[in-house]
């Protein structure tokens, strides 16, 4: 027997890592033109001046500070949740490219004077009586980097609270995050709250204490299990998808 044991049991992939690194990936899916290529290894590296920098030069040189948003801040985030899908790089790195993009943003609006109409609005809270924000803050950061308005209701809110606001916001959407068991039946009150006032809202519920056998227990509730699940409803929201629709394509059966 002459096998090579080199090559037994090696996970495909780890040969592929060792080939590629997460910054060789990135670097291949870059726009070949400038600025758009700077501006995006600069998201993609989480460097928000060197994203500014780029995009003052690109202004000064005439481009249009809001379609810079369209045509490059958001497609140089959308190569970082790319990679982030495939499990190349992680959250932070996710979370630092988001607030690299965001102030890229926020130039190009000061630039402007005028923001991009945003593609929806969402409402997210963590639930009553729990202070773990950690999930909400991800979730609210790539419903942003996605181009939704995010209005944001912060850590242990209220169930009064979360209703009031959906009814002041209307959203296409309401996100809530748990970490504690103790904490997430709160979702099943804002759901038949919802219900009671012919609120019929898609309320994606996840967070480390939240399984999809709980969320399915109430008619509103979408389980997400992954934070960037979330953009990912809200194009199907947009898309026109039905909450059925939505439970289908989310629920593990």
Do not use: W
């Amino acid at each position: 027997m002459d096998l090579d044991p080199s090559k037994i049991l090696i996970r495909y992939n780890v040969q592929m890592e060792k080939a590629q690194t997460p910054e060789d990936m990135a670097a291949e899916k870059y726009p070949k033109a400038e600025p758009a290529k700077t501006i995006s290894k600069a998201i993609f590296e989480g460097e928000e001046d060197d994203v500014v920098e780029g995009l003052k030069k690109a202004v000064a040189a005439g481009a249009d500070p809001i379609k810079m948003i369209d045509d490059v801040l958001m497609p140089g985030m959308k190569i970082v949740t790319d990679l982030y899908d495939i499990g190349v790089i992680f959250l932070p790195n996710v979370m630092m490219s988001a607030d690299a993009m965001l102030a890229g943003i926020e130039y190009c609006k000061e630039k402007s004077g005028s923001a991009p109409t945003p593609k929806g609005k969402v409402v997210c809270h963590v639930a009553e009586g729990d202070v773990h924000d950690i999930g909400k803050t991800i979730v609210a950061a790539l419903l942003r980097a996605a181009g939704y308005e995010v209005v944001d209701l912060g850590r242990d809110v209220p169930v009064d609270e979360v209703i009031a606001a959906v009814k002041k916001e209307k959203p296409m959407m309401l996100t809530g995050t748990a970490l504690m068991t103790t904490t997430m039946y709160a979702f099943k009150e804002v759901n038949d709250r919802l219900l009671e006032a012919g609120i019929k809202v898609p309320f994606q519920c996840g967070g480390g204490a939240v399984n999809q056998d709980f969320v399915v227990t109430y008619e509103l509730g979408v389980y997400g299990e992954e934070a960037a699940n979330a953009p990912q409803m809200a194009e199907m929201i947009l898309a026109g998808k039905s909450l059925k629709q939505l439970k289908e394509h989310f629920h593990m059966h």
